[in-house]
């Protein structure tokens, strides 16, 4: 059974790349282009890890995120924090994120940061 993945992101293009990517290695991609009502989105999907873009509608990435990690059921799935903010890092890591891609980010760094995502 292949990884499902959550990406949220309000950037079409990097929503489509994405998938096409994840796809392509054999995992099962879903999309949204906003952070709205994460935990039904959450509970509806069931990802294995989960892209969390900071700069999304409508909450925001880093309030997400802390919804997601917070919750008794979701806390353990992987979020990787994806920003092309200069301060990925400590954005991650104030929204309680596993780890952080930077954008513009390499084909191989993506697929690292999926395959490496430990899945509780």
Known sequence: MSKRILICDDDSDILSICQFILEE????????????N???VVEEVKPDVILMDNWIPDSGGIIATRIIKQHPVYKNIPV??????TDIK????DAGA???????????DLE?????AKVD
């Open 80 to 85: 990787i924090y994806f920003s092309a903010n």
């Open 98 to 108: 596993d780890s952080y891609l930077a954008k513009p980010f390499d084909i191989n």
């Open 25 to 36: 290695s054999g995992l099962e991609v879903f999309t949204r282009n906003n952070c709205n």
């Open 38 to 40: 994460i935990l039904s």
């Open 90 to 93: 400590l954005l991650a890591s």
């Open 112 to 116: 690292k940061a999926i395959a490496t």
